[in-house]
């Protein structure tokens, strides 16, 4: 045991790739089990993803607990364990008496130089992401049924995007999960949920993994998609996930915590924002997408030689609309950012608006500089119509 604790002190670390813990005396309790670094709040922690026939296990561990549980485990369940670390290899294995030997390979040394040095950085920060959220390799059920994942945790071919889309997404839930209440249901809406990979996605994030108390309603225009999707969830047993068909500007449902709108087109990201102002919610996280208001009103004889150009006109009415629907949201009392993104399934827009509601409503110079340039492009969005209408009521 000292040869393993020796092994094991150091190898949990960011090099480690993975310890692979198999040949078990017990299926019914597991079968196999993983363990790889994560990162969670900028803590270095181990997660260990436990298999016991169709079921997947997971949890989180420090250092001193992940050695003294796999030291356990190699005791009582589990006769092996291959170990990878980016320095060296180590095979454990358990005689039926309990003998253990411990045997480790170093890995040899590769030629560096600054190329490779940052292929390689590339590289181990690019698995992180992976593996301290839905770390690839690992089987995720929703993942496997949306077609994103083989049975066996692989990536499907040409669905890489979409995999590393759905993380990025949860990175920015973990970034706000402090946010979110912690003494009762978690109430989130998205809307235009479509396919709904990121609905599912948040679901499985906070709820299977966070352990989370939540009530999640997709809405969509599209009743064949929301069939589907309720088939999907009803299956999974996820069952605080629905979703309804109707339209955002008329959605009646309750109050929400979160509100979620991706690729929302044009108007109804301001009906979708509209709706989470009107209710405080917490937190606000839209990608919008065909911002075609202000490209239809925009005039400017200053700007002119630059709006004659369609394109151009495009591009800069549509930065335009989210900067002001992120400073209307910042009026409104919400730490407002926006953030690059990975671009949506069948549109190149990659810009996502976050805010977190902090307190009651704000004016000052901001809000005067927001009218004057309104006045100066002579545009008059929906969204402010909207909230002041709101206030008005």
């Known amino acids: ?21 198999s040949n078990t005396r017990d299926g019914a309790v597991a079968t196999k089990a993983r363990i790889r670094p994560v990162m969670i709040s900028g803590e ?9 026939g169709t079921k997947v296990f997971h949890a989180n561990f420090t250092k001193e607990e992940m050695i003294a549980k796999i030291g356990s485990d190699l005791q009582n369940l589990f006769k092996q364990g291959d170990l990878t670390h980016k320095d060296f290899q ?6 039926k008496k309990g003998k253990m030997t411990v045997k480790t390979k ?36 929703f993942l496997i049924r949306l077609g994103v994942q083989t049975p066996d945790g692989r ?8 995999f590393r889309q759905i993380n990025r997404y949860l990175e920015f839930i973990e970034d706000v999960l402090d946010e979110l209440p912690k003494d ?34 997709g809405l969509d225009l599209k009743e064949d998609v929301i069939r ?25 449902g309750s109050k929400a915590d979160v509100v979620i709108s991706l690729h929302a087109c044009d108007l ?11 209710w405080g919610a917490k937190v606000i996280m839209a990608v919008p997408c065909c911002q075609h208001e202000l490209n239809r009103q925009m005039k400017n004889d200053t700007l002119k030689p630059a709006l004659k150009y369609g394109i151009i006109k495009e591009r800069m009415a549509a930065l335009l609309t989210d900067a002001i629907r992120a400073q209307l949201l910042e009026e409104q009392g919400y730490d407002t950012q926006i953030l690059e993104f990975i671009d949506m399934e069948h549109t190149p827009k990659n810009l996502l608006i976050r805010a977190v509601k902090r307190d009651k409503m704000r004016s000052g110079s901001a809000a005067k500089g927001l009218r004057e340039m309104e006045e100066f492009l002579q545009v008059q969005p929906t969204l402010e119509r909207l909230l002041r209408k709101e206030s008005e009521e």
């Open 1 to 21: 045991m000292e040869e393993l604790r020796k092994v094991l002190e150091a190898a949990l670390n960011e090099g480690l790739q993975q310890l692979i813990l």
């Open 44 to 52: 270095l922690l181990f997660q260990e993803t436990k298999y016991q």
């Open 90 to 95: 180590t095979t454990i294995l358990v005689s």
């Open 106 to 141: 170093r890995v040899a040394a590769k030629e560096t130089n600054a190329e490779t040095q940052t292929d390689d950085a590339e590289r181990l920060s690019h698995n992180r992401a992976k593996v301290y959220l839905l770390p690839e390799g690992e089987p995720v059920d």
């Open 155 to 162: 990536i499907t071919k040409n669905r890489y995007d979409k």
């Open 184 to 217: 009762r249901t978690i109430r989130i809406v998205d809307f235009g949920c479509g396919k709904s990979y990121l609905t599912f996605a948040t679901y499985y994030f906070l709820h299977v993994k966070q352990g989370r108390d939540l009530e999640v309603t």
């Open 228 to 252: 589907h999707c309720n088939e999907i969830a009803r299956d999974l047993r996820y069952d605080h996930l629905h979703f309804e068909q109707g339209d955002i500007s008329a959605y009646g």
């Open 268 to 278: 109804a990201t301001d009906y979708a924002l509209e709706k989470a102002v009107k």
